[in-house]
């Protein structure tokens, strides 16, 4: 099954979901394999977000991705900026011809209670909006939404607990906006979809 997700967020920046159910030739028929990855699940989400970068834009040049020390991937002189992520069997891609993005997909597992205390704060772990169930859910969005902006940071260096601070949550449980505040001085605003037990967290800015 290909792509189960899109959304045009804006004239020039593209979001997507594929659910991985093909063979790993489906994909390099499509995509290079740019290094080893010796784990079978882990070459096909690599690959499954890179031809996700071609699916929002045909023309997106996957073979010229260079990584940076940080790990971050990018294309230079950036002509598009893009961020990618995936879970168990998903892909999730962000591609933007002006903004700066950060994009992450993650499955809810009770094993994010057992780490929540390392990344969140004490009032970070008592926010609720009355809709959000408590516990490993909160707790897997306020993960998933400091990965996508830790992404859209690009440079490493982020203490999650100090320099990410959730602040607000609105919407409803399947959709919304976590407003944080980034390294003290950036506000934030990162939406969220829940779907499948996953959430899809996504944050864009003009730099
Ligand atoms: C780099 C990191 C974000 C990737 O996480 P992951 O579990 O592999 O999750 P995802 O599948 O969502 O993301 C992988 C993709 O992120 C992208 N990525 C990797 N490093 C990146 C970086 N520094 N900046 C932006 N994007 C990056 C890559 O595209 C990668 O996919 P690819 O190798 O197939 O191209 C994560 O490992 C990390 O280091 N997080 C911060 C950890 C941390 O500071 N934790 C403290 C909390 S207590």
Known sequence: MPLVYQQNINAVTKIGVWH????????????PLQRTITHWHKRLQHL????????LYPDFPVGLIQVADTKKPFLENEPYHFSISH?????????????????DVELVTPKIELIQFKFM??????????????GRQWATLCWSVKE??????GNGGVDFKKDIVI???SGDAGEGIVHCV??????????????N??????VLTAH
Do not use: P
């Not at 499954?48 to 699916?55: D, I, M, P, S, V």
């Not at 704060?121 to 408590?134: C, H, M, P, R, T």
């Not at 996508?148 to 940071?153: D, E």
């Open 148 to 153: 996508s902006v830790y992404k859209w940071w």
């Open 167 to 169: 602040i607000t949550i």
């Open 197 to 202: 037990d996953n959430y899809l967290t996504w």
């Open 20 to 31: 991985i159910a093909e063979e790993e030739d489906f994909f390099l028929k499509q995509v």
């Open 48 to 55: 499954a977000g890179r031809l996700l970068l071609k699916e």
């Open 87 to 103: 879970c168990g069997d998903y892909a999730a891609a962000m591609v933007s011809k002006e903004y700066r993005v950060g994009v």
């Open 121 to 134: 704060s004490d009032v970070e772990l008592k926010i609720s909006n009355g809709q959000q169930a408590a």
């Open 182 to 195: 980034f390294k003290d001085d950036r506000e934030l605003n990162v939406h969220f979809l829940h779907f």
